[in-house]
């Protein structure tokens, strides 16, 4: 018995060299040689002026995130196992919006615009999906806190 996954991707042409790239750790996108623009996801065409003349890039890795919505309920499998989880909307460095996953962050840690760092997830044998946690030094709450108020120097209490 075999259980539909909702989660799988159906790689077909244009698509097939990104998901074999994300299995290497590699987030493609597409650059276009007559706009200069980025575009994700990957279109044979550039969304902005429709030229065909576009190519592979691979992104930095790089991204802020613009919204998010954390994920308690879905009965699809295999996300009733996932949840609860992050369902976000981030900006790449290089200008395309694209809908992902915040993983190992605390959720009340979000923020919009908070800098992101690509990972991967491997979600099967053979598919690695592009995801992000919150960048900088792993883990750790902010040790550079500025809250102890030891600078009070001349001040006098009246
Ligand atoms: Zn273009």
Redesign the pocket.
Known sequence: MSMTRFDLPTPEGDTLEFWEAARDGRLLIKH??????Y?YYPRP???????E??VWHQASGQGTLYSWSVIYNNDQPPFRDRVPYVAAVVDLAEGPRMMTNVVDTPFEALRVGMPLQLRFMEISDDYTIPVFAAAGRGGGHGDADKSAPSDAGGASDG
């Open positions: 276009c040689n007559n706009c200069d623009a575009s065409f550039c969304p902005e002026c429709w030229s003349d576009v």
